[in-house]
């Protein structure tokens, strides 16, 4: 299973494990505050056979809304946050923009991993393209670059963690793009030293480009 449909389907049962665990302690913050779930049920407007499905975590279709609602009942507050994880599911202009860098760089006959791993237990991570060969490259691609901290930042984590010696970053060619590079100056640079003609160039010809880089296709 390719790692973003496995993140996807890992996503699933951290869910449903969630719910049940929400479930659990809203149970136990019922019956601390002396409350039945038929008088839970009143307080909500609904029956007591969805507050029971919902402590018993078998409600795969509650709603955030209702868990923080029963929460709010039993004096409790709901809290949630999303953290990096695994890659976003790819959308076309991605992949045609993959497929013109693999492509381009072919007469380098570099072996070529897509969707690779980093080969850590767990980890749900993944690179749009690895390149093999005495060092490894990471490549990951972006059609539009609007947050350079918060876009950048975790791929290079991913780098750093998963032991990848380079670290390529393929942005879409377009105005918006190059002016948000220029935008982010120094910092950018300095990770990246490399521009597009340097990197292109050595992975045609099959080599090390030296350093982590950026190009625009």
């Known amino acids: 299973m390719p790692p973003r449909l496995r993140a996807v389907h890992e996503a699933v049962l951290r869910a449903k494990r969630f719910l049940r665990e929400q479930g659990a302690e809203l149970r136990e913050a019922r019956l601390a505050a002396g409350l039945t779930q038929a008088e839970v049920a009143l307080a909500l407007g609904w029956s007591a056979s969805k507050v029971g499905r919902i402590e018993r ?8 809304l209702d868990l923080a609602q029963f929460a709010a009942v039993v004096g ?21 923009l993959e497929a013109r860098f693999l492509e381009e760089i072919q007469p380098g006959e570099w ?27 990471g ?10 901290q918060a876009q950048i930042r975790p791929v290079m984590q ?15 060619d377009t105005h918006a793009n190059r002016r948000a590079v220029r935008e982010a ?3 950018l640079e300095v990770a990246f ?17 030296g350093g982590n880089g950026i190009v625009f296709l």
């Open 185 to 187: 100056g120094a910092a």
């Open 57 to 64: 975590g078998e409600d795969m279709q509650v709603s955030t």
């Open 76 to 96: 409790r507050q709901l809290w949630m946050r999303l953290y990096p994880a695994g890659g976003a599911l790819r959308d076309a202009p991605q992949l045609g």
């Open 193 to 209: 030293p490399l521009r597009s003609r340097t990197v292109m160039a050595a992975l045609r010809a099959g080599r090390d480009p």
């Open 158 to 172: 991913k780098q750093r963690d998963a032991g990848v010696d380079r670290l390529i970053l393929v942005f879409k």
């Open 139 to 148: 490549v990951e691609m972006f059609t539009r670059l609007r947050d350079v």
């Open 111 to 137: 072996k070529i991993v897509v969707e690779a791993g980093t080969n850590i237990a767990g980890d749900l991570r993944a690179f749009d393209v690895l390149l093999l060969r005495e060092v490894k490259i």
